[in-house]
């Protein structure tokens, strides 16, 4: 299971992302995709009050793509725009300038 820490801030734009963006041909099938985060304090640890969360964290079975996505977002929220009704995975992975396709391993 992957966890991928952001900025408080970046909780609404990550959360603004159409599921449908989130799952592609290398994300375990689908199975994993961003939903509710754990308020946490700078350090990783979780926080009871939304008031003391400096960070989120978001841990479920995400694919490489997909993590990389939410931490490249809480890096840069400003790129999803607020309307997203026609954001698809092609365009967030353009904006993010990542690609669908994993790193070819090195050969021995």
């Given at each position: 299971?992957?966890?991928?820490?952001?900025?408080?801030?970046?909780?609404?734009?990550?959360?603004?992302v159409p599921v449908e963006c989130w799952i592609g041909p290398?994300?375990?099938?689908?199975?994993?995709?961003?939903?509710?985060?754990?308020?946490?304090?700078?350090?990783?640890?979780?926080?009871?009050?939304?008031?003391?969360?400096?960070?989120?964290?978001?841990?479920?079975?995400?694919?490489?793509?997909t993590a990389q996505l939410i931490d490249a977002i809480g890096?840069?929220?400003?790129?999803?725009?607020?309307?997203v009704s026609q954001l698809d995975r092609a365009a967030l992975?353009?904006?993010?300038?990542?690609?669908?396709?994993?790193?070819?391993?090195?050969?021995?």
């Amino acid at each position: 299971m992957a966890t991928i820490i952001t900025p408080i801030a970046a909780v609404d734009a990550i959360q603004r992302v159409p599921v449908e963006c989130w799952i592609g041909p290398f994300d375990n099938g689908g199975s994993g995709f961003p939903n509710y985060p754990i308020w946490c304090d700078g350090n990783g640890v979780p926080v009871d009050t939304l008031d003391k969360a400096t960070r989120a964290k978001w841990d479920g079975a995400f694919g490489t793509i997909t993590a990389q996505l939410i931490d490249a977002i809480g890096q840069d929220p400003t790129k999803v725009p607020a309307d997203v009704s026609q954001l698809d995975r092609a365009a967030l992975l353009e904006a993010y300038r990542l690609s669908d396709t994993p790193a070819e391993e090195p050969t021995p």
